[in-house]
Every structure is written in structure tokens, then in C-alpha cells.
């Protein structure tokens, strides 16, 4: 059985494309490819776009390839995907909004940091530096093995 995940952030720039990347490259470490990522944002100002290159230039740092074009959450995404993961409270409340996440939507609908104990928001690093990027990045490869070891064992 293949799981499926859609990691979503605001604009689907710096996070979530960081996320998808990371996720399905901690996977591959484990030798799981059961698993479909993909990521979108809960707006819409960036659609199309290529990931924010201070995301791309930490990640390639990291030799984790990554290819994304930004798109929108639809409603389809809570039918298709097992797993919605939200990086911050604010992209989660607008999950719990959406018009999609009707009664018999699939999708279990989750802030990523609650697989940690410490359940920590993914904070916004749009406007600040290239640091804050690559605290993205540690913070998105320890959410991503949280993720794993809570999902790999029940769809094996
Ligand atoms: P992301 O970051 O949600 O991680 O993709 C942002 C990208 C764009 C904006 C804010 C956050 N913005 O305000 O345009």
C-alpha cells in the first residue's frame, strides 16, 4: 500500500517545497518507496512559481533535489491524499476551513510538529534570512523521521 502526503505551507515557496523534498529524501534513506509527497499552499499569490531560491540554495547544500511548481490546496487534496500535514497553526486553520475537508474526506488533517512532543510550528522564514532557511531545513529532516516512525509501521 503506497501512503500519501501533502506537506502545505502559505504560498508554497519556502516551506513546503523544502518539506516535500526532505520527506520523500529521508524516505529513500530508509529504503521506503511506498510513499507519494507532494506539497501546495493554503494561498494562492504564488502559483507556478519555482521554490524560493534561498530554499533551493540550503537544500542543494544538502545535495536533496528538489523540483516544485506552487499550486494551491483544492478540494480534491482531502480525498486523495492519507496525510495533510500543516506547517504552522494559521495554514492548519485554514485546512480545518476549507471546502474540501467535508465528512468522508480521507485525509487525516495535522500540524507536522505534532508527530514531536514539542508540537512546534515550521515559522515563516519568507521574510527574514538564509539561517532561518536552514533551520527549515533541520527542522523539516527530524519532522520528517517523527513523521516515519509514526506512519511506516501501520503500512507496511
Ligand atoms: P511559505 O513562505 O509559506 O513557506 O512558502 C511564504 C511565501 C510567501 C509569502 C509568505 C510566506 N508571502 O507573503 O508572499
Given at each position: 500500500m503506497t501512503i500519501s502526503v501533502l506537506v502545505v505551507c502559505l504560498g508554497n515557496i519556502c516551506r513546503s517545497p523544502m518539506g516535500e523534498a526532505v520527506l520523500r529524501n529521508e524516505a529513500?534513506?530508509?529504503?521506503?518507496?511506498?510513499?507519494?509527497?507532494?506539497?501546495?499552499?493554503?494561498?494562492?499569490?504564488?502559483?507556478?512559481?519555482?521554490?524560493?531560491?534561498?530554499?533551493?540554495?540550503?537544500?542543494?547544500?544538502?545535495?536533496?533535489?528538489?523540483?516544485?511548481?506552487?499550486?494551491?490546496?483544492?478540494?480534491?487534496?482531502?480525498?486523495?491524499?492519507?496525510?495533510?500535514?500543516?506547517?504552522?497553526g494559521s495554514n492548519l486553520r485554514a485546512l480545518e476551513?476549507?471546502?474540501?475537508?467535508?465528512?468522508?474526506?480521507?485525509?487525516?488533517?495535522?500540524?507536522w510538529g505534532s508527530y514531536l512532543p514539542d508540537n512546534k510550528p515550521i515559522q515563516d522564514p519568507y521574510y527574514g534570512g538564509l539561517d532561518g532557511f536552514k533551520e527549515v531545513y533541520e527542522q523539516c529532516v527530524k519532522l520528517s523521521n517523527a513523521f516515519l516512525d509514526e506512519v511506516a509501521g501501520k503500512n507496511s
Open positions: 529513500l534513506k530508509r529504503g521506503i518507496t511506498n510513499i507519494h509527497v507532494d506539497s501546495a499552499g493554503t494561498a494562492a499569490a504564488h502559483i507556478g512559481e519555482d521554490p524560493d531560491e534561498r530554499s533551493t540554495i540550503v537544500i542543494v547544500q544538502k545535495n536533496v533535489p528538489i523540483s516544485h511548481s506552487a499550486r494551491q490546496v483544492r478540494a480534491s487534496d482531502f480525498m486523495s491524499f492519507d496525510y495533510i500535514l500543516a506547517a504552522d476551513r476549507h471546502a474540501g475537508r467535508r465528512e468522508g474526506s480521507k485525509a487525516v488533517v495535522r500540524l
